[in-house]
């Protein structure tokens, strides 16, 4: 199935700006116009933040994620959804998958991971595909939004990411924001389709859900 241009803002259907939702020096903004429980009828998770270092690798090379999945409406029941991992080319098709993570309920989880980019990756433009509920789950007030990406570089040689980072050093940046995909233009199952080859190696390095529960619970009836 050949997809529309990837990157499409759901940042409107779920109301928060793009800067907050992307970025993950802002993550506890994200959920600043979440709603009260007492207005909840269904979860409705998604990435609330995220960022991806270096955005420029050579093949053979790891990258770290920092991403917060989350839900204003807490999960009470029903089974936890996970967290996909995956690699992509820039049309989305996938290429590989780094595995899955679980997400806490009721609210949702911060993680730390590296990955590791395989040494086989031609030196080409790919994306980190980060898809919660990635086996689809948990019934949700907005399926469409559980989709992100970061846009990854795979250069040849040390000489070019260097050159990479000088770049965005300049720039105050060496990191590669997390933006929606809108899955409505996806097949329900592309990502999680058979034949998609496991990638080995993913390293969690933490993941927290007090982050997640105490900044939505502030935004909770009191």
């Known amino acids: 199935m050949k997809l529309t241009p990837l990157f499409a803002a759901l940042i409107a259907s779920v109301g928060i700006s793009s800067q907050v939702a992307i970025a993950s020096s802002q993550e506890h903004a994200s959920a ?6 007492a207005s909840c009828t ?4 998604l990435i609330a933040s995220g960022s991806l270092s270096p955005s420029t690798v050579v093949a053979g090379g790891e990258v ?9 409406c807490p999960q009470t029941s029903g089974p936890a959804p996970t967290l996909g991992i995956l690699l992509a080319d820039t049309n989305g098709q996938p290429l590989g998958v780094f595995g899955e993570l679980p997400i806490a309920l009721p609210y949702g989880s911060k993680y730390s991971f590296t990955l590791p980019i395989p040494e086989s990756l031609p030196a080409d433009d790919y994306l980190i595909v980060l898809y919660a509920d990635y086996r689809q789950v ?12 970061a846009r990854l570089t795979v250069v040849n040689s040390a000489a070019e ?3 990479a980072q000088k770049e965005q050093s300049s720039q105050l940046s060496i990191s590669g924001p997390v933006s929606y995909m809108d899955r409505s233009t996806l097949s329900a ?6 034949g998609v080859p496991e990638i080995k190696g993913m390293t969690v ?12 619970k502030r935004h909770s009836v009191k």
């Open 32 to 37: 600043t116009q979440a709603p009260t429980v």
């Open 42 to 45: 269904l979860p409705d998770w």
């Open 64 to 72: 770290s994620v920092v991403t917060t999945v989350a839900t204003s």
């Open 138 to 149: 948990v019934k949700e007030s907005n399926e469409d939004n559980n989709i992100a990406a």
């Open 161 to 163: 990411v260097a050159d």
């Open 189 to 194: 199952d592309i990502f999680t389709g058979a």
């Open 205 to 216: 390095l933490e993941e927290d859900t007090k982050v997640v529960e105490e900044l939505l």
